[in-house]
């Protein structure tokens, strides 16, 4: 059950960044905004899981929020990117 909540809230992430990756011209700032408050929001929800596991994941948890956290990097440039392409 742990892994799999882990490893479900890690996929609904790399499928916004995917998406991100695959999809047509972003016309906006605000959706790529969108997608980087989504793995916000992913980071917070895991650190709850983390938290009702006791911090028993294996280390697994530690390493995916790491690329979460990676991840929320590059679409916070991709936004300020974005706002200045404008």
Request: hydrophobic content about 45%; aromatic content about 4%; proline content about 0%.
């Amino acid at each position: 059950m742990k892994k799999a909540t882990a490893v479900t809230i890690l996929s609904a992430c790399l499928s916004f960044v995917g998406g991100i990756a695959f999809a047509q011209r972003v016309h906006d700032w605000h959706d790529i905004d969108k997608v980087r408050q989504h793995v916000s929001e992913a980071i917070h929800e895991l650190e709850n899981v983390q938290a009702a596991n006791n911090y028993n994941m294996g280390g697994h948890a530690e390493a995916a929020k790491q690329h979460l956290r990676l991840a929320e990097g590059e679409l916070h440039q991709a936004v300020d990117a974005a706002r200045g392409a404008q």
